[in-house]
Nanobody
């Protein structure tokens, strides 16, 4: 069973930066879309950023200009650089990988807490 392993979460002061990483536990062949979601306390999970195999990215308006997604399709890895963090960015962040438009894998989540 493929697992996505996330790292890089933690506690940071407002205005600080964190870099989240996500990697698959084994080699996966196929076209992959890598995404980062987050779920703030008491709220629904929401899409934060996406990168497709061509390198095209999408970033939610709430984090545009502050967050950057990057990925390595061959290495089954993705990263989320988060700068100028705000208390409202506090959430559990999840990595998601979709392979061939069919198979979906989720990471276990990593906590990001931004203090004011």
């Amino acid at each position: 069973q493929v697992q996505l392993v996330e790292s890089g979460g933690g506690l940071v002061q407002a205005g600080g930066s964190l870099r989240l990483s996500c990697a698959a536990s084994e080699t996966i062949f196929g076209i992959k879309v890598m995404e980062w979601y987050r779920q703030p306390p008491g709220k629904q999970r929401e899409l934060v950023a996406r990168i497709n195999p061509a390198g095209t990215t999408y970033v939610a308006n709430s984090v545009k200009g502050r967050f950057t997604i990057s990925g390595d399709n061959a290495k089954n890895a993705a990263h989320l650089q988060m700068d100028s963090l705000k208390p409202e960015d506090t959430a559990v962040y999840y990595c998601r990988m979709t392979v061939g438009g069919i198979h979906i894998y989720w990471g276990q989540g990593t906590q990001v807490t931004v203090s004011s």
